[in-house]
């Protein structure tokens, strides 16, 4: 029986005995989250398919427990995802070769095509003592070296245990360690990789490995500023260092909110010497795979007043590999301050200038309306044939209901636009279109 299996029926044991003690019950939260969502991608130039067009239904059910009561305290968590597909084709659902495990959205079948439906559960048993408190089971950790995607249609879920602690004052710490991923487009729990090494649209050529370390901490130095460290290491691929400073300072009317980054990734394992867990970048004067070798610098500022949220930033990386982060090719995220709706704005060499603007309608009478744009350029991107470069322009529109019967249902448009001079590189145009409502039923 697995560690993590074990644990958890521990704690469901536990609880069994102890389920009428108050807490468990009388804090526990259950919500039903649908999420209907629409995605069309326009594939510009090149060959292959020009459109990728989905469309589905999710159901997001979870409940969090509370605590039996205790020195020792037990709880149990579950997530249900279910999606079902209201429209695609073998040709449209970004899986026409039918080489990749699943498409845009969806799961794919042996035609090539979407699957009908998939749903999967995930259950986290936890143990409490005092500010202390450890999770086994499904984790959707969300920091610095790891980070949950939740771009598509149900969220990507990660398998392994968690331990986190705010026992001193002004001190949060975390450490962890992830055995599996499950795609946002999967019911299936898969091993680890990361970009050059995961098999790209053929997932049964790449290299996974089922160990991913990472430990971290924020200090709350003043009110105004937080300082962060954070390792994280998947084994046989990169080890990664991150150090961060978030500070806030009221000037004027508005408050400016710095944001400085620096990631320093290098090879780990079979990384260094194997071409099968080599990642990709720019080594030898040529685009191909090598040994993880990546520092990333990054500042964003951001200057909120009235409503109105006005930002600028630069990221810069060095070295001969691109930025690495955990990736298995179905979708994923990292927590740079350039990972936009299509692309991520971290290859070898790349410098990327952002601008952002955001405002809140509240400031003008309409509550729960907001809209943003943001503008990136990179270039300098290290290729055998010149430097070459990027832009992604990004327009959101969101409006959710604040009260009344219809309080909490969200409607969004997400529009994308990214064109590049790279070589054999496809522009793209998408529009994500969302309806999600939230049900509280506990």
Known sequence: MKKSTLALAVAVGAIAQQAGAAGFIEDSKATLGLRNFYINTDNRDGTGANKNEE????FDLRFISGYTQGTVQFGVDAIGLYGVRLDSSPAKSGNASGSASGG????SDGNKGAVPDYASLGLTGKVKISQTELKIGTLQPNNPVIKTNDGRLLPQTFQGGQITSNEIKDLSLVVGQIEHAKGRNSSNNEGLSLAGANGGSNYDAGNFVNKFYYAGADYKVTKDLTASYYFGELKDFYSQNFLGLVHNWAIG???LKS?????RSRDNGANGDTAGYYTTGYYGNKVTKGKVDNDLYSYLALYSVEGHTFGAGYQYTKGDSDFPWLNQGDGSSNSTTTDMQIQKFARAGERTWQARYAYDFAKIGVPGLT???IYLKGNNIDTSVG???EWERDLTLAYVVPEGPLKNLGVAWKNAMWRTDLANTRSQDENRLIVSYSIPLL
């Open 55 to 58: 469309w589905g239904q999710g």
């Open 259 to 263: 944001d400085l980054r620096y990631y």
């Open 371 to 373: 809209a943003g744009v």
């Open 387 to 389: 430097s070459k470069s």
């Open 104 to 107: 845009t959205i969806f799961p």
């Open 253 to 255: 009317p508005g408050v």
